[in-house]
């Protein structure tokens, strides 16, 4: 029994922790995806990027959150998603976050 309690800490400790969304002013290229942890770009029209995907914990988010400050970009929202409205908004063409922002 703690063999298998064993093999299911582990193998948590390989999952992503949460899903994210962090919406910057102005638009990136994808090509900064890899420096962003693999975060996927999503350019809306109304001139923000999103970078969206796992986030394996608190000190992943905050290594792309310092990267974001070393670019000088304007950080504007970081929500936590649930990883099926990701997906639903990407054939949305919506960010998940974008219905409950004012």
Request: hydrophobic share 35%; charged share 20%.
């Amino acid at each position: 029994m703690a063999d298998t309690q064993a093999k299911d800490s582990a193998q948590q400790e390989n999952q992503p922790c949460c899903f994210f969304e962090i919406h910057i002013r102005g638009h990136i290229s994808s090509e900064w995806s890899d420096w962003f942890e693999n975060m996927q770009v999503r350019l809306l029209e109304n001139g923000e990027t999103v970078l969206y995907g796992p986030i394996a914990d608190q000190a992943a988010l905050m290594g792309i959150l310092n990267k974001l400050v070393r670019l000088n970009l304007s950080l504007l929202s970081v929500n936590e998603v649930n990883q099926n409205d990701v997906l639903e908004g990407e054939s949305n063409g919506k960010s998940a976050g974008s219905e409950s922002q004012t």
